[in-house]
């Protein structure tokens, strides 16, 4: 018998430590397709290297491990195998190699092994009962939750159905768990909160048994087609018995009828069985308290409620004449947010995560056609709500009149029957006065009972702004859309209650290797700073000022010169991105580029945009933050960052969302290039591998390229000769404190003050940002970058916009200037 093995410490980050690619760096080949390596110099979770983590454990000798009392080993990894890390004891069963889990039943950790034999089920069980962390290429790491169990729960698996899979899946033993439904019921009568919250006064719980919840068929996909096809058989066979009856039977098909009696007995049998469902304990709580309900079980009790609608019973409210047309096939990552939804025969809120391209629109039209019930769609601007409009009437039969929009631009009316709104966040949510019209169709939208809701981009908006949609819009189910729950400002837990959970999240790094999204290869770039400008930067007394050191770095600007070349020679589509607006214009207007930032006006942005997208001799823009949420961009193929110096995951994730839908993205062969630029040496190195970590937890290896060779004989190249460098370098210098700001942009979706509208919609002549006040350093400093605080009412836009001194004067000739230079280089 062999000898038992004991198991090792399942720890939490297993899989970053071996996704870490940035440790090891490789240099590129500019002759060279750097795709084309297929990543084999990679040492990230992408490589084509076998999975090093697999010797790590065979090699492994627990009991070296194991922490005795008085000894106090102060390696690196100590820290790891603490009391509660250390799962020693724990057993391992003979056959682990072909279980895929590793458990850590202390933090509620899980990991997973993709290379195992059995990945693929474990996969499909954990996604319905933990929350994905991180998954790459080797490992998966998830973790159980409250949320998440009760997310598995109300779908259907039963508490003895986790534990006989975990148990299954397991290289260990499982420790006890126990979990009473009953008694958490009783628990929250007792609580004074919630009591209150109560229509009846009785302490009783109400008995009944479950809804039948089985038949329904979310359209789109093979079983609706299936479906489709067995009532087409069947009517044609009751066709066919009409004719025989009337004695003109011509039919040669005798085994037709008894095909269909099949099917009917299979779905009869499919009823019965629905028969066996539980019981459902209920107590009714009144209607204007429930988000205080919600609010208080899932932030104080961490006890999460899901909210479920049985659109089915529901006769009250009109049924929308709507059907996916017989042509739209669902994929099989959309089939299976949507079963998340309508799992049990009810629309269930929460949230569908799917990276960006991967068809979210369709997810959401797909389950209005579910449904049938009037829907209000929520989105970011007005090009979006338009877009919105446009996908219901690609994919669905309904009629087009009855797919309204209302936006600050198109006020449509909106009809008693039922129908689809699609209205932008900021319409809804204004709490200014309104045009008559307005009034009217928000009034129309108020007074009725919507069945479906769509929120839109939930990771931008802020949580405020849900509370005012949700308070103000009645509504039975919500069904909220979003590429990544990041969000900086910690508020994802209230869209646990203001929507509901996570009922999805995609796999990114399956989704591209099927060709659903695009393949990218990440790369840092590490470009060494130049003596002088190191030297300035640790004398620099303000962070601005370093800041602004590193992005101007002459090295850098050289690398971004030089990836412009080689991807434009490649026939790449390139978007530059600058945080910073002083850095911007350098780089753009120093390399001959259209740029688009914060003040440049709606004309001028859609020249840009327009020339980026038809013409052929315009393969790269320059942008600044404006391009994360405020502007519709076209394709593109490559992303080059030049400056993003705060850590931002959600913007890092948003950019490279930016060419995941590249349409190329089926050749063979193709990638797309996400760069980031880094000075070495400098805080944005730290920042850089801070803004990377969900990208690295999706699975994405950022190779880190500390040479880009070719780029000593590149003919053009700036910056070659010292005096160039100290050129720049005295600009530089020369430049104000608040040079080195970031361009400051909020976004007219996180502001009632702001008057602008976002690019493609809304007033005329906004530029889309809110302008904030500049201190007078700022203008004193003779650099070009002012900002405006716009009052609503006082004087027009118009006025305010006409230059009151000298300095805004000197504004408006740079404007034409820039005007100028940009229409030269756009010809
Ligand atoms: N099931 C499907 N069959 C065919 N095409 C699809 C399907 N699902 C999505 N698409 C197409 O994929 C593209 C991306 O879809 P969509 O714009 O909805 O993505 P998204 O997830 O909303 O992206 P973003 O976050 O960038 O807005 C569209 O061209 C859409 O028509």
Same mark, same amino acid.
């Given at each position: ?156 698996? /039963? ?40 229509? &009846? ?387 753009? &207007? ?93 805080? &944005? ?44 370098? /005295? ?43 500049? /201190? ?52």
């Amino acid at each position: 018998m062999a000898p038992k093995r004991k198991a090792p410490a399942a720890s939490g980050r297993a899989t970053k430590r071996v996704a870490s690619g940035v440790s090891t760096p490789v240099s590129i080949d500019s002759d060279d397709d750097f795709s084309g390596s297929d990543g084999n110099e990679s040492t990230g979770p992408n490589s084509a290297a076998p999975p090093k983590y697999d010797k790590v454990i065979n090699s492994y000798k627990p009991s070296a491990y194991v922490r005795k009392k008085g000894k106090q080993p102060q390696d690196a990894a100590d820290r790891l195998f603490r009391a509660d890390r250390d799962f020693a004891d724990q057993e391992l069963k003979s056959d682990h190699h072909l279980r895929p889990l590793w458990l850590d039943p202390v933090h509620g950790k899980v990991v997973l092994e993709t290379f195992s034999p059995s990945f693929k089920q474990a996969q499909n069980f954990l996604i319905n009962v933990a929350e994905p962390q991180s998954r790459t290429t080797n490992m998966h790491e998830y973790t159980i939750t409250a949320h998440s169990l009760f997310a598995a729960v109300s779908v259907g698996l /039963t508490e003895q159905d986790i534990v006989r899979q975990l148990e299954l899946f397991s290289k260990t033993k499982l420790p006890d768990s126990i979990i009473d439904d009953a008694s958490v019921l009783q628990m929250l009568l007792r609580d004074p909160v919630i009591s209150a919250c109560r229509v &009846e006064e009785s302490n009783e719980l109400r008995t009944e048994k479950a809804a039948k919840m089985g038949g329904l068929v979310i359209p789109g996909t093979k079983e609706a087609q299936g479906n489709k096809e067995a009532q087409a058989r069947m009517e044609q066979q009751q066709q066919q018995q009409r004719q025989r009856e009337k004695g003109d039977d011509d039919s040669d098909d005798e085994f037709g009828g008894q095909e269909a009696e099949k099917d009917m007995t299979e779905f009869l049998r499919e009823e019965e069985d629905d028969d066996d469902l539980d019981e459902v304990h209920s107590f009714e709580i009144d209607g204007s308290k429930i988000q205080t309900v919600q609010e208080h079980c899932n932030v104080q009790l961490e006890l999460p409620l899901t909210e479920e609608y049985d659109f089915r019973a529901d006769e009250q409210n009109a049924t929308l004449d709507i059907d996916l047309k017989p042509a739209t096939q669902i994929r099989y990552y959309q089939e299976h947010a949507l079963s998340k939804m309508f799992g049990n025969g009810r629309a269930r809120s929460g949230i569908i995560v799917l990276p960006c391209g991967a068809g979210k629109t369709l997810v959401g039209i797909t389950a209005a056609c579910t449904e049938k019930k009037s829907v209000i769609v929520l989105c970011t601007s007005a090009t979006s709500a338009g877009q919105w409009r446009a996908e219901f009437i690609k994919w669905s039969n309904v009629n087009p009149d009855d797919v309204i929009i209302f936006t600050s631009s198109e006020k449509g009316r909106v009809p008693l029957r039922a129908c689809i709104i699609v209205c932008t966040y900021s319409m809804v949510t204004q709490n200014t006065r309104r045009a008559y019209d307005s009034q009217q169709t928000m009034d129309q939208i108020t007074k009725r009972e919507w069945g479906l809701m769509v929120l839109d981009e939930v990771h931008v908006v802020p949580a405020e702004m849900f509370r005012r949609v949700t308070e103000r819009i009645k509504t039975h189910s919500k069904l909220g859309l979003t590429a990544t729950l990041l969000r900086e400002d910690d508020k994802i837990k209230d869209l646990n209650f203001l929507i509901g959970p996570k009922l999805y999240e995609a796999n990114w790094l399956q989704l591209s290797e099927e060709g659903h999204i695009a393949r990218v290869q990440c790369a840092e770039v590490w470009c060494p700073m130049t003596i002088e400008f190191h030297s300035e930067y640790i004398q620099a007394k303000t962070t601005n000022k370093r800041s602004l050191l590193s992005i101007m770095n002459p090295r850098k600007f050289q690398a971004c010169q030089f990836l412009i070349d080689f991807h434009e020679r490649r026939g790449d589509k390139i978007i530059v991105f600058s945080d910073n607006v002083y850095a911007l214009k350098q780089y753009a &207007e120093g390399l001959k580029k259209p740029y688009i930032f914060g003040d440049t006006g709606q004309r001028e942005r859609d020249l840009v945009l327009q020339n980026f997208q038809y013409n052929d001799a315009v393969s790269t823009i320059f942008l600044s933050k404006i391009g994360d949420t405020s502007l519709d961009l076209p394709e593109a193929t490559c992303l080059i960052q030049i400056s993003s110096h705060y850590g931002s995951r959600r913007q890092e994730a948003q950019r490279l969302g930016r060419i995941l839908r590249a349409k190329r993205r089926n050749d063979e062969g193709f990638n797309a290039f996400f760069y980031s630029l880094v000075s070495k040496d400098t805080m &944005e190195m730290y920042y850089s591998s801070k803004r990377q970590a969900f990208l690295v937890d999706q699975g994405y290896a950022f190779k880190v390229i500390t040479h880009l060779n070719g780029i000593d004989s590149m003919p053009n190249l700036r910056f070659e000769t010292q005096d160039e460098k100290m050129t720049l370098l /005295t600009d530089v210098l020369l430049q104000s404190e608040t040079a080195g700001d970031e361009e400051k942009i909020v976004d007219d979706l996180f502001s009632d003050k702001s008057t602008f509208r976002k690019a493609g919609g809304g007033r005329k002549g906004g530029s889309g940002v809110k302008r904030q006040a500049g /201190t007078l350093s700022s203008l004193a400093g003779g650099e070009d970058m002012a900002y405006l605080e716009y009052q609503r009412g006082s004087r027009s836009n118009k006025e305010l916009a006409k230059p009151k001194n000298a300095f805004f004067g000197k504004e408006a000739r740079e404007r034409e200037r820039r005007k100028k230079a940009q229409r030269e280089m756009l010809q």
